[in-house]
Structures are given as structure tokens and as C-alpha cells.
């Protein structure tokens, strides 16, 4: 809301420098968001009048004008075609700081001759003069105004823009405005005057009003204005209309925008004579019912709509716009002017469905008080009569079916207290809030302050919003500071939190960047983690408004994300790339919000680059993401095992499902290369997949308890076997570990080909012995070896390598 | 006596010839001028020799202990300096590169919302969360925006395709963190101090300063006598602490359907120090906070009497704090991954 300081005076005294005041206004809830100071760099511009108009010697389109400044007489060069002898005009002599009017820029202004002739000064524009972008011609000022005097005298303003927010729909005014400016600076709030002359005829034998939709339409007021003659409106009022983002029409329509600037209530005129039988109702647009909007636009309209109608068909779109049938023309001679309030809920939906915006529809659905309707009716109808040349109807139609009673709010120094941590007496919370003009009354009975809530507001309906209104006064840098004294809450939070912490600097601290990616994808990018495309897992949820066809679907799965991440950066030359997400995926629910399963996904590629001098560093593969699921795992104290998984984003025989207890955490293995093609990445690459919720129920379990480090030396031996390939590495050291004594089974060598009989393999392990409570004899531990190797002679056929 | 003496002279300075290394010259020291060694037991056994030989043999094995010393410092030298030459020989060029080691990271949105939920947990908040996918009822109805209510046209929705019975389609992508308010007071009574961070989302194009997802952190304490002075001060000394100690808060009235009265709280802009920049859109602050007073329906919707208990809450945004301190110039990179942004933090 655009607020010129000039027009704001004429309700309120401002006596402070305008940052100051928009810095209060700020704290105070209307948040200044831009200054525009209008004449701050006219020093050297003056009223002149026109004395003569004389032909360029050497220039057609230029011409020679000489002003008179009362105390000189100046001639200079001006290509404006609206140089009229007579007018008053804005001159700016040399030294002048002004507006270029092609560029835009300030610049000063410098003595020139312009073909052939020399030219001390300019006659200005009003872009010139930074007033608005109008560069068409010069400006002309009104006639009254002294020659010689400096332009800032008469035409400098300021002008705020001011954040209004959704709650205070009186403030898209200026009075407003005005209100807050007269509480925050302690100044009177000067009500203008509303009263003008009413004709003999009554209103009644012009037209009736009938509500059919009384949800809808709480209230209806209307005036005719008979004899009135359309023409422009008076300079004053089309300067303050553009200031304020509005273009004149004409001086009936001028009006009404002119109050609804001024009071907040959108208002409209209708030409009477295109009102059929007399009469307006108020009803619900029947479905599919067409009219012409003001725009010219054909509008379809749904009984979401609420329209005006006269007795044969729609006049206007309620709230929204008016009707093209009923517009004010040139030949308009009686004005049925409307003051209504209308349902903000009806306009809101209204003003969607039709993709149609107005200023009026903008401060309806914000909603308005019902009581403001007739006071800017009669502040509307005043100027009709003032300004139209017209005779105003006696008395006013009113239709009220939803006046309701008034409930004054209460408000005690106790209420201030408990909520602001301010001690504020009672007459001072008077003082405040009479400001505001909102009248007080003590209730004796409970000792609060009955408090009465004028027309203008809609937004106080409880004791919390009169405290607001007593901080904003006060002024929120007031408000003391003091923290928190108040009993520390029990429980402990969600347990959730600090584990996901750890798994993520876990990871970070194996090596993995952490990246965060969307939840919503498509069926297509599904489908692609399957390497013969179909969709595996649940049917997701869609989107009912998807913002693309890309973003329609909840994600099932992290991997499409992480997959996604990967190729991209492969694409920016990146190699040796780990990363991880920990995020939910959604699995729809019947007949409640879907299951939000936290989910980790990492990702390794084998692309290792020979970037390092001194050491060729070797690819990843399989073992690489194992070793992190196994570092995970352990870091909880949980034992894993892995056995080979049927996951066909995975490739066959290189996929092993995680399993701790019997059950299944997730998943480790190469991505299958179809999937990887899928995502368009070339080389192999490992992914790991953990639900983390059932990792976090089982590491809950565990209970960690300290072991004190043996104090006994341990001892180390090695074997090497020679066994069948076909006997998996877990099952050996599964049998050497189950011995006593044997604390660590460490495979070093697994080699299979020259020197070893086809279809065996040879494995060597170091075994480390140690006893908590003695130094173990070499006698003891070649006891125990002695046992392992004919254990695991007889169980696979093992034999030693020698 | 006198030639034991001689005799441990001679050999040890021919010994002393065939010394190569650091090693046998401390074997060369232990053997003739250790504790143990001839010469030092002949000086020991000196008290016990009659006054004439002790004062000749007396002189002598101390010229000689004197001179093995000095020859044994000397030794030492000529060593120290050749085994300085060779290592020189062998020295290294020290500006080859050092090793890379493969630092992992976590994504700045994670780091920052750590910091600030660290800075709240230090103030006695627990942290608490909700779903990502909400009801209605939740994201709007119970923080006081009923439908068509003119504040909802700030929190454009993602709606999920689901309708109930009644053709009512009342799931949706939660549109800020405030719903974890309400299941928070549903479930624990007060007093209640928590902060509940998490990803949010909205129906909204994207470009260099929107993006559909973004995080909050959302605050919120009750109890009884919790004043607007108390939010105050928890959210000034939260912004001193985040922002550091010299910055300046602006405390200001704003408006959100679910507190009563609400605040905006600025901090003077850390670019420009408040004159005025690009930054803070020439108006010297920068706004970080949305808060206010629990709205009195918000509590009693809760099953919390409004007249015993009050409260605040307040809500920001995440990613903004790393684009203003670090100057991001685009709120996208946040989650396109780009490795080449990621590994910046």
C-alpha cells in the first residue's frame, strides 16, 4: 500500500523526520519497505509561466519558450508539443539536479546550446522531476501558483510502501494509516467530514435492494445521485490516484477508487439507468452463467460466485468486478453507487476460480467490518454530489441481515502482564488503547477494561489481540528481555535425532559427502531402478497438483536420488565419488498418512583416478561398500551377516541382504548394469541400503558393556588351507572363532590359480590367541591350533599349505 | 697400578680408531668410562691406596679420564657431522604434494540446522519431529487458518491425492514445521520446551531465491508466566550466539495466524553493518525470525487452558542462514548436489 505522507497530514498532525516515523511504523506491525522521496533534489527548480512560444531558427521540432520567473525572464530551447502560453510550468535552471529522461539517471544540469542556440534552463517533465515516468511532455501546475516560488514548496512528498498483512485489511488505506501514525506518535486522528445536501426525492422510488444469499452478503448500502455530470476529476485527486498505482478514469469512477484509497472499502458505481425493474439482488451465480466483466473479458461463472443482479440478469461479479452492461459512460446521468460487505471466504474462491484479481477482491477476502460500508458510502456519495455536479437522493439504502452484536473485549494490567512481562497500569492501558480509538470502559465487577471495537477493525476478537495492540503503542524495542525461568521439560526428545547423528558422521568420517536430494519423482525414474523397468515396491502416492510431470510421485526409494546425484557429477569429471542420503521414503497407508521409513543410501564408484605421485591407490569394488556396512554395524555392536540377495536393482551374485538377528536391515552389492545404464553412469558402482529404523530398534537393544583389555600378552599364528572353492570364507573363520582362546581371525591372503590343484583355493589366516586371565604357553596354543586344523580338515576336507 | 692405568689409555684410544657409528661409541663409553669400567673402579679404589700412590696414581688416571673425554666429545663431533652430511645427501623435496586423504562432509543444510538446534538444546529445548506428509487439520485448522483463511494464500500446497468419503482431500506436503507445535502439545503436557527441525514444501517455481523445498526449525516453550519477554530474550541471545555477539536485534510486530501478538526479529545486517546494502535490500536489516505468543485458540485446540498456561513460537528458515553469510547467490544448489558446491562447506 502505496501512503503519501502529504495525504496522510490531512488527518494527522506529522511533526517527525519520516525515517523515524517509517522506522515506528515498522516495529509496529506496517512494515515500510520502500521510501520514495519525491523533490529532494530541487533546489534549483522553480514555478514559471509561459510567456511566449517562439519557432526553433534552425530546428522544426524544437521550439523557443520564455518563461517568466518574477524576477527574470528566461528563453530556452524545449521540444515538448504541450508548450502552451499562459500555463505554469516547473523550470529548472543550470545546477538543477534532475532525472535524465532516456536513461533514467540523475544528472546535473549544465548550460548547452542546442542547434545553434544557447539554453540556461529546462522546462520539466514529470519524469524529469522524478514525479512519475511520464516523459510525453512537460508538466503543467495548476494556475494559482506564485511564479518565483521553489516547485518543492508545493509538489514534494514521500511516499512510503508499506507491507500491510493479511490481518490488518483497514490499513490498505490511508486512513488507515493514518490511525497508526496518530497512536505511534501521540497525535489527534481527524475524522473528516461527511455530511453534504440531500434532494427531495426519496431513494425508495429509485430502486430496492434484496439479499437472497444472506450468508454471503452481510450487509448492502446504496445512494443514487441523480444529474451528475462524468468528466475528469480534479488534478489533486488524479495526482493522489497515481501515486498510488491507480490510472484516472473519469471523476464518478475516480471517486470510488479515491474512497476505497481512503477508507479501505471497495465501492462501485452503477449507471441506474441500465439497473432493469429497479432493483438490485444479491445472489449466487447459477452454474455456468456468463457475463461481461469491466475488462471485456467474458467470464463463466460457478455458484461459487456471488453476483449482483438487477431484475433481469448479472450487473456485476460481487466483490470481484463490475459488469460491463451497467458501466459508467459519458452519458451516465444517475449513479446508483454500492457500499457492500461481502463474505471473504465467497470472495477469496470467487477471485480463484476465475483467475481474477482486483483491488476491491484483495481487500474483501481479507475480510472487512460491515460497519465501514455505510460511513464511506456517505464520504463517496459527498464528493459525488461536490465534485459530479449531482443532487444526492434523500436518505440511503441499508440492508443488514448480518448485523451482529458487539462484544466488547476485556483486557487487565494482569492480562499485559502475563503475556508482555510488562508492568502497565490500567489508565495506561487506556491511554493506549484510546490512541487506537478504541473506547474503554472499566468493569467494575471484574476490575479488567471492557474494551469497544470501532468499525474500522476486524482483526480483535480476544484479549491476546488487545495486548498486541498495547505493545504495539508501547513499542516493541520496549519490551524487556529476560530469558526463559520456567521448569526444564521432562522426557528426553526424539531418540531419533541424536542417532541419525551419528550414522551421518560416521559416514562423513569413512569418507562420504552427504547429499540431500527431492522426494518426489516420477513413474519413469522408478521404474529405471528395476534393470528390466517395471515398478518394484509399493504403488506410491501422487501428487494431486504436481508442479511438473517430473514431480508427481512420493519417492519409494532413496536410490533413484543418490543414483541421480552420482551420474551428474560424473558428468563434471568427478571420480572416486562416495556419498550417502538419509531421508524418508513413503509407503502409503490405508486411510491415514503414509509410513515416513527413514532410509540411508550410500553409493561408491570404482572410478579411482592415478592423481597421486606417489601411490597408485586401487579401485573399489564389493568389499569396499561391505567394509562401510560392516564399520556401521559394528560401531552399534551388532553382528551381521550377509547372504546372498534376490534385490534385482542389484547384480546377481554380487548383492547380499544384511541381515542381523535373522533379520533383514538391508542391502550391500553392486548395482546391476542395466540399473547403472538406467541412470546413465559407465562404470560399476556399489550401493549399500540400511533402514535405519530397524537398525536404531536393534543397536537399542544391544547393551554396551565395558571389557577391560586383557593385560596377558597375546600370541599370533598363521595358517594357510588349501580347501575347496566352493566353502565360503564365513564358514571357516565361523569354525576357527568358535575356539577358546581365539579373540581375532584375520583372512590376509585368498589366492587361487598357478601352484594350486584346480577347483581349490588357498586362504591364510592369522590367528591371534589370548587368555584375561595368564600368559598363554606355546604348548597351549599349538594344543588349540592343533584342534582348529583337524577341525576344519574334517568339516571341508581343509588341508595345510606348506 | 700405574701401567693398568697406561694400559687402558693405549687400548682404548686404539679402539676409539675403529669407531664408525653413534652405537659402538656409546659401547666405546660404557667400556672405559662407564660405572663399571677399569678405569673408573681404579679411581673408586683410590681412597684405599697409601697417600703416596694414591697422589701419583690419582693424577694420572684422572689426566687419562680427562683425555678419553675430551677424545670421546671429539669422536662425538666428527660423527654427528658425518652422519648431517649423509642425511643431507638423502634429503627430500618437501614441496612434492602431501597424501590425499578423502574427507567426507555433511550438506550445509545439515550443519547449520545442528548449529542452531545446538543452540537450543544448550538453552534446555529437546528437539521433536513430525511427519513430512501431514493432514490438514495439522498444517492449517489447528494453527488457527481455518479454510480460505486470506493467510493460507502464503503457504502454497502440495495436496496428496488421496479423498476421503466425503470427497475432502485433506492430505498434504506440510507446508512449514508449525504442525510438529500441535502434535507436540497433543502429546506432552507442559512444560514444554522444544524445537522441531525439518524439511518443508511448497507449490512454487523455482529460481534463484525459491526453491520448492526448503528446511525450518520451528521453537516452541510453554508453561505458566512464559512472557513475550522471554522470547525476547531466548531469541536475541540465540541470534548473538549465531550470528555473533556485536550484532544488533530488531524486534518488531508481524502477523501469523497462530500467536498472538507475533514478532518479526532482524538482526542489523552483518554486510553493511545497518547503513543499507544489496544485501539486506537497502533497509540495513535482515529479517531471520518469525515468532509470537502461542495464539489462545492454537492452546486451547491443544487441550491447554490458555488462561493458566502461555507460550511462544517461532519458526526460520535454514538455507537462508548460509546464503546470507556465505553469499550464496542461488538457493538451488542446495539440492542439485553439485559436488563441486557441497564440498565447499
Known amino acids: 500500500m502505496k501512503a503519501p505522507l502529504k495525504w496522510l497530514k490531512d488527518y494527522v498532525e506529522i511533526d517527525i523526520p519520516y525515517r523515524e516515523l517509517a522506522y515506528k511504523l515498522t516495529l509496529a506491525g506496517l512494515e515500510v519497505s520502500d521510501i520514495k522521496v519525491i523533490g529532494d533534489s530541487w533546489d534549483n527548480v522553480v514555478v514559471g509561466k509561459i510567456t511566449a512560444v517562439d519557432p526553433h531558427p534552425n530546428a522544426e521540432r524544437l521550439r523557443l519558450a520564455t518563461v517568466d520567473l518574477g524576477q527574470k525572464q528566461m528563453t530556452v530551447v524545449c521540444g515538448a508539443p504541450n508548450l502552451v502560453v499562459g500555463d505554469k510550468i516547473a523550470f529548472a535552471s543550470v545546477g538543477a539536479t534532475l532525472m535524465d529522461g532516456h536513461t533514467g539517471k540523475l544528472t546535473e544540469l549544465k548550460p548547452a546550446k542546442i542547434r545553434g542556440v544557447a539554453s540556461e534552463g529546462m522546462v520539466c517533465s514529470e519524469k524529469e522531476l522524478g514525479i512519475s515516468d511520464n516523459h510525453e511532455g512537460i508538466l503543467v501546475l495548476p494556475a494559482d501558483l506564485e511564479i518565483g516560488k521553489s516547485l518543492a514548496d508545493y509538489l514534494a512528498d514521500i511516499i512510503f510502501d508499506i507491507d500491510i498483512t493479511p490481518n490488518r485489511a483497514d490499513c490498505l488505506s490511508i486512513m488507515g494509516i493514518a490511525r497508526e501514525v496518530a497512536a505511534i506518535t501521540g497525535k489527534e486522528f481527524r475524522m473528516p467530514d461527511l455530511s453534504y445536501k440531500e434532494s427531495a426525492r426519496d431513494i425508495g422510488s429509485y430502486a430496492a435492494v434484496e439479499i437472497k444469499a444472506p450468508d454471503l452478503c452481510p450487509?448492502?448500502?446504496?445512494?443514487?445521485?441523480?444529474?451528475?455530470?462524468?468528466?475528469?476529476?480534479?488534478?489533486w485527486m488524479q495526482d493522489r490516484l497515481m501515486t498510488c498505482g491507480m490510472r484516472p478514469i473519469n471523476n464518478i469512477v475516480d471517486i470510488t477508487n479515491y474512497v476505497m484509497l481512503e477508507f479501505g472499502q471497495p465501492l462501485h458505481a452503477f449507471d441506474y439507468k441500465e439497473i432493469k425493474g429497479k432493483k438490485i439482488i444479491v445472489r449466487r451465480a447459477a452454474e455456468g452463467e456468463v457475463m461481461y466483466t469491466l475488462d471485456g473479458a467474458e467470464r463463466k461463472l460457478s455458484s461459487d460466485n456471488l453476483m449482483i443482479a438487477d431484475a433481469d440478469r448479472a450487473v456485476a461479479v460481487a466483490g470481484?468486478?463490475?459488469?460491463?452492461?451497467?458501466?459508467?459512460?459519458?452519458?451516465?446521468?444517475?449513479?446508483?453507487?454500492?457500499?457492500?460487505?461481502?463474505?471473504?471466504?465467497?470472495?477469496?474462491?470467487?477471485?480463484?476460480?476465475?483467475?481474477?484479481?482486483?483491488?476491491?477482491?484483495?481487500?474483501?477476502?481479507?475480510g472487512l467490518n460491515p460497519e465501514l460500508a455505510l460511513v464511506a458510502l456517505k464520504r463517496a456519495t459527498q464528493l459525488m454530489a461536490e465534485l459530479g455536479g449531482g443532487a444526492v437522493a434523500r436518505g440511503l439504502i441499508d440492508v443488514y441481515p448480518g448485523k451482529s452484536a458487539k462484544h466488547p473485549v476485556p483486557v487487565s494490567s494482569k492480562d499485559v502482564a502475563r503475556l508482555l512481562g510488562m508492568d502497565i497500569q490500567l489508565p495506561d492501558i487506556r491511554k493506549y488503547l484510546g490512541s487506537l480509538g478504541l473506547k474503554c470502559s472499566l468493569d467494575d465487577k471484574t476490575g479488567r477494561i471492557l474494551v469497544d471495537i470501532p468499525w474500522w477493525r476486524n482483526d480483535i476478537g480476544c484479549t491476546a489481540d488487545l495486548v498486541e495492540e498495547v505493545a504495539r503503542v508501547v513499542g516493541y524495542d520496549n519490551i524487556p528481555t529476560t530469558m526463559l525461568?520456567?521448569?526444564?521439560?521432562?522426557?528426553?526428545?526424539?531418540?531419533?535425532?541424536?542417532?541419525?547423528?551419528?550414522?551421518?558422521?560416521?559416514?562423513?568420517?569413512?569418507?562420504?559427502?552427504?547429499?540431500?536430494?527431492?522426494?518426489?519423482?516420477?513413474?519413469?525414474?522408478?521404474?529405471?531402478?528395476?534393470?528390466?523397468?517395471?515398478?518394484?515396491?509399493p504403488q506410491p502416492l501422487a501428487i494431486a497438483n504436481p508442479m511438473s510431470r517430473d514431480l508427481e510421485l512420493l519417492r519409494t526409494s532413496l536410490r533413484f536420488g543418490v543414483l541421480t546425484v552420482l551420474a551428474r557429477n560424473q558428468r563434471n569429471r568427478e571420480s572416486n565419488i562416495r556419498l550417502f542420503e538419509i531421508g524418508k521414503i513413503f509407503i502409503p497407508r490405508h486411510k491415514d498418512l503414509p509410513v515416513e521409513q527413514e532410509m540411508l543410501c550410500g553409493l561408491i564408484d570404482s572410478v579411482v583416478p592415478d592423481t597421486y605421485w606417489a601411490a597408485k591407490s586401487g579401485t573399489a569394488d564389493f568389499y569396499s561398500a561391505k567394509g562401510v556396512v560392516e564399520t556401521l554395524l559394528s560401531r552399534q555392536g551388532l553382528q551381521a551377516t550377509f547372504e546372498s540377495s534376490d534385490d534385482g536393482a542389484l547384480s546377481p551374485g554380487k548383492g547380499a541382504d544384511i541381515k542381523v538377528n535373522g533379520e533383514k536391515l538391508g542391502v550391500v552389492g553392486e548395482v546391476h548394469p542395466r540399473v547403472r545404464a538406467n541412470f546413465d553412469i559407465q562404470d560399476p558402482v556399489f550401493l549399500f541400503e540400511i533402514d535405519l529404523d530397524k537398525l536404531k530398534a536393534l543397536s537399542g537393544k544391544q547393551q554396551f558393556i565395558y571389557q577391560a583389555a586383557s593385560k596377558f600378552p597375546s600370541t599370533g599364528r598363521d595358517i594357510a588351507l588349501l580347501i575347496d572353492e566352493q566353502v565360503t570364507y564365513d564358514r571357516i573363520a565361523g569354525v576357527i572363532s568358535s575356539f577358546p582362546l581365539v579373540v581375532d581371525v584375520k583372512l590376509f591372503d585368498l589366492y587361487s590359480g598357478e601352484q594350486i590343484p584346480a577347483g581349490k583355493k588357498s586362504l591364510a589366516f592369522r590367528i591371534t590367541y589370548q587368555a584375561p586371565d595368564h600368559t598363554l604357553t606355546d604348548e597351549e596354543v599349538e594344543t588349540i591350533q592343533k584342534k582348529i586344523i583337524e577341525k576344519l580338515a574334517t568339516e571341508f576336507d581343509a588341508g595345510l599349505r606348506s | 697400578m700405574l701401567s693398568q692405568v697406561d694400559e687402558v689409555a693405549s687400548s682404548a684410544h686404539a679402539d676409539l680408531q675403529k669407531v664408525t657409528g653413534l652405537d659402538e661409541l656409546e659401547a666405546w663409553r660404557v667400556r672405559y668410562l662407564g660405572r663399571k669400567s677399569k678405569l673408573i673402579s681404579i679411581l673408586r679404589s683410590l681412597a684405599a691406596l697409601p697417600v703416596d700412590e694414591r697422589r701419583d696414581i690419582g693424577a694420572r688416571a684422572n689426566q687419562v679420564k680427562n683425555q678419553l673425554e675430551a677424545s670421546l666429545a671429539q669422536k662425538k663431533e666428527e660423527l654427528d657431522s658425518s652422519v648431517n652430511l649423509?642425511?643431507?645427501?638423502?634429503?627430500?623435496?618437501?614441496?612434492?604434494?602431501?597424501?590425499?586423504?578423502?574427507?567426507?562432509?555433511?550438506?550445509?543444510t545439515t550443519k547449520t540446522t545442528r548449529e542452531i538446534c545446538d543452540i537450543f538444546i544448550s538453552m534446555g529445548f529437546q528437539i521433536a519431529e513430525g511427519p513430512e506428509v501431514e493432514w490438514e487439520y495439522y498444517n492449517f485448522e489447528a494453527l488457527n487458518m481455518p479454510a480460505e483463511h486470506p493467510a493460507r494464500d502464503g503457504f502454497a500446497t502440495l495436496w496428496v491425492d488421496y479423498k476421503t468419503e466425503t470427497g475432502a482431500r485433506p492430505m498434504l506436503m506440510?507446508?512449514?514445521?508449525?504442525?510438529?507445535?500441535?502434535?507436540?502439545?497433543?502429546?506432552?503436557?507442559?512444560?514444554?520446551?522444544?524445537?522441531?527441525?525439518?524439511?518443508?514444501?511448497?507449490?512454487?517455481?523455482?529460481?534463484?531465491?525459491?526453491?520448492?523445498?526448503?528446511?525450518?526449525v520451528e521453537g516452541l516453550a510453554v508453561d505458566k508466566n512464559i512472557t513475550m519477554a522471554d522470547l525476547k530474550?531466548?531469541?536475541?541471545?540465540?541470534?548473538?550466539?549465531?550470528?555473533?555477539?556485536?550484532?544488533?536485534?530488531?524486534?518488531?510486530?508481524?502477523?501469523?495466524?497462530?500467536?498472538?501478538?507475533?514478532?518479526?526479529?532482524?538482526?542489523?545486517?552483518?554486510?553493511?553493518?545497518?547503513?543499507?546494502?544489496?544485501?539486506?535490500?537497502?533497509?540495513?536489516?535482515?529479517?531471520?525470525?518469525?515468532?509470537?505468543?502461542?495464539?489462545?485458540?492454537?492452546?486451547?485446540?491443544?487441550?491447554?487452558?490458555?488462561?493458566?498456561?502461555?507460550?511462544?513460537?517461532f519458526g526460520m528458515g535454514v538455507e537462508r542462514i548460509p546464503i546470507l553469510r556465505f553469499g550464496i547467490d542461488d538457493i538451488r544448489h542446495f539440492y542439485s548436489n553439485d559436488l563441486r558446491f557441497l564440498r565447499q562447506f
Open chain 1, 219 to 235: 450487509r448492502y448500502c446504496a445512494s443514487i445521485i441523480n444529474g451528475i455530470k462524468i468528466g475528469p476529476s480534479p488534478r
Open chain 1, 320 to 366: 470481484i468486478m463490475g459488469g460491463l452492461s451497467s458501466e459508467v459512460t459519458p452519458g451516465t446521468a444517475v449513479i446508483l453507487l454500492e457500499s457492500a460487505n461481502f463474505n471473504q471466504a465467497v470472495i477469496h474462491k470467487g477471485s480463484l476460480n476465475l483467475k481474477l484479481s482486483s483491488e476491491a477482491s484483495t481487500r474483501f477476502e481479507k
Open chain 1, 485 to 537: 525461568s520456567s521448569n526444564l521439560p521432562g522426557g528426553e526428545g526424539a531418540s531419533m535425532v541424536p542417532f541419525r547423528q551419528e550414522v551421518r558422521d560416521m559416514l562423513v568420517a569413512c569418507g562420504f559427502q552427504e547429499v540431500i536430494t527431492y522426494p518426489l519423482t516420477n513413474l519413469d525414474t522408478l521404474k529405471r531402478l528395476s534393470p528390466d523397468l517395471n515398478l518394484t515396491g
Open chain 2, 86 to 108: 649423509s642425511l643431507t645427501r638423502e634429503s627430500i623435496d618437501i614441496s612434492l604434494p602431501g597424501q590425499p586423504y578423502h574427507l567426507g562432509r555433511l550438506h550445509p
Open chain 2, 174 to 216: 506440510r507446508t512449514h514445521t508449525s504442525p510438529v507445535q500441535i502434535r507436540t502439545m497433543e502429546q506432552v503436557k507442559p512444560p514444554i520446551r522444544v524445537i522441531a527441525p525439518g524439511r518443508v514444501y511448497r507449490y512454487e517455481a523455482t529460481d534463484a531465491t525459491h526453491e520448492w523445498m526448503f528446511s525450518q
Open chain 2, 233 to 313: 530474550g531466548t531469541l536475541f541471545e540465540f541470534a548473538r550466539r549465531l550470528f555473533g555477539t556485536d550484532r544488533k536485534c530488531r524486534f518488531r510486530c508481524d502477523y501469523f495466524p497462530f500467536v498472538e501478538p507475533g514478532v518479526e526479529i532482524a538482526i542489523d545486517c552483518f554486510m553493511c553493518g545497518g547503513k543499507g546494502c544489496r544485501l539486506c535490500g537497502n533497509s540495513g536489516w535482515i529479517e531471520i525470525l518469525g515468532a509470537g505468543m502461542v495464539h489462545p485458540e492454537v492452546l486451547r485446540g491443544c487441550g491447554i487452558d490458555p488462561e493458566v498456561y502461555s507460550g511462544f513460537a
